[in-house]
């Protein structure tokens, strides 16, 4: 007879649930939760669109992940990043891909 070890679920480092709405997969209810912010804005008529997990590629084969990419009815366009940890790594890569695109990541 065999046993099969199975690995004991450990918790996340920064604490954050992970969750799913509308088939899609979040790294944290807080990020969840803007979404649905999101959509409502979309029904109220203030948002046009967004787009979620946007890439940008930096110098050196770096990539930053955006949260959303918001589209305004006004016009507007920004750069949303859900955050809860603000982290050395995450900070680094906010500079850089403010350096390098025309763009101002708003942290949630």
Do not use: W
């Amino acid at each position: 007879m065999s046993y099969t070890k199975f690995k004991a679920p450990t918790a996340n480092k920064y604490r954050n649930k992970r969750c799913e709405l509308d088939g899609f997969r979040f790294d944290s209810m807080k990020e969840c939760n803007y979404y649905v912010q999101l959509k409502r804005q979309v029904m109220a008529g203030d948002v046009v669109t967004f787009l979620r997990q946007t890439p940008f590629h930096l110098p050196g084969g770096v990539k930053y992940v955006a949260d959303f990419l918001v589209f305004y009815a006004s016009g507007e366009v920004a750069v949303i990043d859900v955050k809860g940890v603000r982290t050395t790594e995450y900070k680094t890569k906010k500079k850089l891909v403010e350096f390098h695109y025309p763009v101002v990541i708003t942290e949630v």
